[in-house]
């Protein structure tokens, strides 16, 4: 590689450039993350695939040069089990905003940590639908304000990483687009980590969430991040609510192991039904 | 290609409609299954999470219908043969993904034992009212492939010919089966493996390369090969509009292109996708046209007839989509009338009176859980001929 080819490149569909995403949104840091563990894992990217709904977020599956799918609002869970399932062997990343993987894609989620589906996931939660112009989401902090919640949200929001935990995921992480080394070292702990494993990505939203809630703009976000964010590592997932401009607590919060769902399966199908179970490959060496 | 003996359960049996469908599934070479449980369709089901453990394939029952419908478009990408299965509204559920399958152009097969609605129904009775939801359901424009068959060795041979055109035309294909037939036990013979055609997936015979495109046709053809995931063509799939390389365009040439190809790529097939049976059309005056269980029915109304003398005939589509419409035009320039008998207040009539030009075209309708009486088929053909 010449010395003057940004690392990142190769890694991107540099000729769908320029991206979609506005200045100061925190989708490209996530982007550039990733592949920073790529690089680092020196995984063969051949087998990894990148999955993603729809929004903002979701256009990340776009500019991976790697095998990548943009599916349906809310979906893509469902959509990378099966392709999981079909090859063991792949390394599926789901890539997600708040609202495509927890409002319309929320029972889909509980239920991939709950079977321990093999699949990383991350959340750009930026609290708000940005794709369409910044309503509600299940995510939004008390009282900020959406175009659909014009008044202030009223509604009590989700817990991203509570809710990842209590429904089984062998992996829970917090960063925000500020705490890049961090999000790239768990992003590189979870590549060859069997399991439902998620990180939630605090990002800004200028466009949509930012300047109506009077958050200032991208830089203004980082700058809180910086200051009002707390390491806490193994925190208790009840206590890292989020509240409008309040405190963020970040770090790994939960990392354990279970079976898969294809290595339940294949112990289940092997008790059951001995030499008559055609085995089949579960993608996971322990 | 010859099937996999692996999945060919070879012998004479007794079996229910949903049961072999499963079968020819497994002897297609399905060996991915998603689904969820919902009365008519749940013997599949169950047949399917017994029977793939022990083929080399998986199952998993998923938490929703819209789940398993898009769940099994993962599985396709990752090089599986796959089905799903319902009935009623989890057909209604995974409308959204028949139109992404069709965009993304893959290869499935959505079985639908048809039960009586709208809404939940007649959950355990018969119907045929989901024809125009197979064919236009989702949004959008796009075409599918649809079978009726009209017995257990039809769900059996058919449901390996639907893998076969699934995988030929890159589209998905609805079963439409529905609750008689999929709950009548007949004898269904299961030839040995090797006398089973069935229908490979075609790859991209070029190298992954920087120039490899996702969609791009051979010459002569309007379905590309499909690659599987994981061999380097880091390929991007998406269901917004887009072009040969599979990267989004939002304009209105692209869109032209897309869909215009995916719609062709079934509607000009029609000669080659029509299947139909025809009974004692030679002489009719009437053609009685009914598809799945009903085209059971409607024999014992042309036998009826033909006892009174009436000169009555039965065509039968078996793909009901695309119709079989070279057949029934030049029928249409030979016969009086045309009775369409169906389960429904009037679908696939309109497709039949559309083709049938001048031909008076007379539905014989019945809103469903239960079937039509023969004589009430008769006394519309003797009302047409009166
Ligand atoms: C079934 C369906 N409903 C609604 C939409 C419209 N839609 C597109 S993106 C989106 C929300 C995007 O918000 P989020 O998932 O948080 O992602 P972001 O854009 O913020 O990254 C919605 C509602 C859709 N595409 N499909
Ligand atoms: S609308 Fe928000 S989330 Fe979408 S690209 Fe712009 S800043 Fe990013």
């Not at chain 1, 991107?12 to 993350?33: A, F, K, Q, S, Y």
């Not at chain 1, 943009?70 to 062997?89: C, D, Q, V, W, Y």
């Not at chain 2, 099994?72 to 409308?95: D, E, F, R, T």
């Not at chain 2, 039809?154 to 079963?175: G, I, K, W």
């Amino acid at each position: 590689m010449s010395q003057h080819v940004n690392p990142v490149e190769p890694f991107l569909r540099m000729e769908r450039m320029p991206h979609i995403w506005c200045p100061g949104c925190g989708i490209g840091t996530v982007v550039n993350c990733f592949v920073r563990a790529l690089l680092k894992t020196q995984v063969d990217i051949d087998k990894v695939s990148v999955v993603s709904g729809i929004g903002c977020t979701g256009r990340i599956a776009g500019y991976f040069r790697a095998d990548s799918f943009h599916t349906t609002h809310g979906r893509s869970i469902p959509f990378a089990t099966g392709l999981k399932m079909a090859n063991p062997e792949l390394s599926v990343w789901n890539f997600s905003g708040d609202g495509d993987l927890i409002a319309i894609g929320g029972n889909h989620f509980i239920h991939a940590a709950r079977r321990n589906a093999d699949l990383k996931v991350v959340c750009v939660n930026n609290f708000t639908y940005g794709m369409t112009g910044g309503q509600v989401a299940p995510t939004a902090p008390l009282h900020s304000l959406a175009t659909t919640a014009p008044y202030g949200a009223f509604e009590r929001p989700f817990n991203l990483p509570f809710l990842a935990d209590s429904s089984g995921a062998v992996y829970v992480a917090r960063w925000t687009t500020f705490h890049v080394r961090q999000l790239v070292k768990s992003m590189e702990e979870i590549m060859h980590k069997p399991g439902f494993c998620f990180i939630e990505v605090i990002a800004p939203c200028p466009t949509a969430y930012l300047r109506r809630n009077r958050l200032g703009d991208g830089l203004e976000a980082m700058r809180h991040y910086k200051q009002s964010s707390k390491v806490v590592h193994g925190a208790d997932t009840r206590s890292v609510d989020i509240e409008l401009g309040g405190p963020i607590v970040v770090g790994k919060f939960v990392d354990r192991d279970r079976p898969t769902t294809l290595e339940a399966m294949r112990d289940e199908l092997h008790k059951s039904l001995g030499d008559k179970y055609v085995p089949y490959p579960t993608g996971v060496q322990r | 290609m010859k099937a996999d003996p692996r999945g060919v359960l070879t012998g004479v049996h007794f079996l229910d409609g949903d049961h072999a469908c499963c079968e020819g599934a497994l002897a297609a070479g399905c060996r991915c299954a998603f689904g969820y449980p919902i009365t008519p369709s749940t013997e599949v089901v169950e047949r399917i999470a017994q029977r793939l453990p022990t083929v080399g394939g998986v199952f998993l029952q998923m938490e929703d219908e819209i789940a398993s419908s898009i769940a099994i478009q993962g599985a396709a990408w990752g090089g599986k043969k796959v089905l799903s299965v319902s009935s009623g509204p989890g057909i209604s559920l995974m409308m959204e993904h028949i139109g992404l399958a069709a965009m993304t152009e893959t290869p499935c097969v959505f079985v639908n034992v048809q039960r009586a609605g709208p809404s939940t129904g007649l959950p355990t009775l018969v119907a045929q009212a989901d024809m125009m939801q197979a064919r236009w359901g989702s949004h959008g424009d796009y075409e599918v492939i649809a079978i009726c068959p009209n017995s257990p060795q039809e769900c059996f041979d058919l449901t390996l010919h639907a893998f076969n055109l699934a995988e030929t035309y890159r589209t998905p294909v609805m079963f439409m089966m529905d609750e008689a037939v999929g709950h009548m036990t007949e004898r269904v013979v299961i030839p040995a493996a090797e006398q089973l055609e069935v229908v490979e997936r075609r790859r991209p015979r070029e190298k992954p390369s920087d120039q490899y495109a996702l969609y791009r046709c051979e010459p002569g053809s309007r379905v590309p090969p499909m690659p599987p995931v994981g061999e380097g063509y880091r390929f991007h799939v998406t269901g917004l509009t887009h072009d040969e390389r599979g990267y989004p365009v939002m304009n209105a040439e692209a869109q032209d292109k897309l869909v215009r190809r995916l719609v062709d790529k079934i509607r000009l097939a029609e000669p080659e996708l029509a299947r139909y049976e025809e009974f004692q059309v030679d002489d009719a005056d009437v053609v009685l046209v009914a598809y799945g269980i009903t085209s059971r029915v409607v024999q014992r109304s042309m036998r009826l007839a033909r006892e009174r003398g009436l000169k009555v005939g039965v065509f039968r589509p078996v793909v009901v989509w695309p119709f079989p419409e070279r057949r029934l035009r030049e029928l249409a320039r030979r016969v009086k009338a045309f009775v369409v008998a169906e389960l429904n207040l009037g679908q696939v009539v309109l497709e039949v009176e559309r083709l049938a030009g001048g031909t008076r075209t007379v539905l014989a309708s019945h809103a469903g859980g239960a079937l039509h009486e023969p004589e009430a088929i008769l006394k519309v053909v003797q009302e047409v001929l009166r």
